[in-house]
């Protein structure tokens, strides 16, 4: 069993960047992929960034995040990052980091996840 743990969450204004880290404690994810999904006030969690976690690190992005936001893993740490610059209001959330399932190999589809952490709130104000 994979447990996730993110942190870097918080308030900045708007154009502001925050960087999210997520930790894998306890096991190795067992999966290939690793993910950042979040959650807007009233709205469901919808993915936002994919990595694969062998040696290409391909990743995939919502285009809603395309181009501001950027996805990178440090095996050697068992840790995924989300950097996050230019930020808008319409980024506020609840940020989670997601580990994929086994035997899942394209990191653009939010089913080819399976676990998630509890979260990081994040708020960007206008």
């Known amino acids: 069993q994979v447990q996730l743990v993110e942190s870097g969450g918080g308030s900045v204004q708007a154009g502001g960047s925050l960087r999210l880290s997520c930790v894998s404690v306890a096991y190795s994810p067992t999966g290939d992929c690793w993910g950042w999904f979040r959650q807007a006030p009233g709205k469901e969690r919808e993915w936002i960034a994919g990595?694969?976690?062998?040696?290409?690190?391909?990743?995939s992005y919502a285009e809603s995040v395309k181009g501001r936001f950027t996805i990178s893993r440090d095996n050697t740490k068992n840790t995924v990052y989300l950097q996050m610059n230019n930020l808008k209001p319409e980024d506020t959330g609840t940020y989670y980091c997601?580990?994929?399932?086994?035997?899942?190999?394209?990191?653009?589809?939010?089913?080819?996840?399976?676990?998630w952490g509890h979260g990081t709130l994040v708020t960007v104000s206008s």
């Open positions: 990595i694969y976690n062998k040696a290409t690190g391909d990743t």
């Open positions: 997601a580990a994929g399932k086994k035997y899942r190999w394209d990191c653009s589809r939010s089913d080819a996840f399976g676990t």
